[in-house]
């Protein structure tokens, strides 16, 4: 069975960083495209970055564009994503998915694992 757990989650002041880091378990980790989503109250859950398979490749929301960095370790079966510049609309449940395929994926639906998230606070 496929596990994800979400790490690294925090209160933090704006302008300052976080590193989000998802250990994955139960799955042949270097098959899968993993990504990033976040969830504010009040709100869907929406795309924040993606990364392919091999790590390659990666995909940002334009809201976290030159912010967030999304980078992946096959070895240790690990997804980060370090967020820097941290804005009080970032505040949010940040969730790792391990998705359907290998490939870039930027709607829920293409994922079919998801851990339990981690909260993010930024203070203004």
């Known amino acids: 069975q496929v596990q994800l757990v979400e790490s690294g989650g925090g209160l933090v002041q704006a302008g300052g960083s976080l590193r989000l880091s998802c250990a994955a378990s139960?799955?042949?980790?270097?098959?899968?495209?993993m990504g990033w989503f976040r969830q504010a109250p009040g709100k869907e859950r929406e795309f924040v970055a993606a990364?392919?398979?091999?790590?390659?490749?990666?995909y940002y929301a334009d809201s976290v564009k030159g912010r967030f960095t999304i980078s992946r370790d096959n070895a240790k079966n690990t997804v980060y994503l370090q967020m820097n510049s941290l804005k009080p609309e970032d505040t949010a449940v940040y969730y790792c998915g391990a998705g359907k395929y290998g490939h870039i994926a930027t709607y829920a639906g293409e994922y079919a694992y998801w851990g339990q998230g981690t909260q993010v606070t930024v203070s203004s």
């Open positions: 990364i392919g398979w091999s790590g390659s490749t990666t």
């Open positions: 139960g799955c042949t980790f270097s098959n899968y495209g």
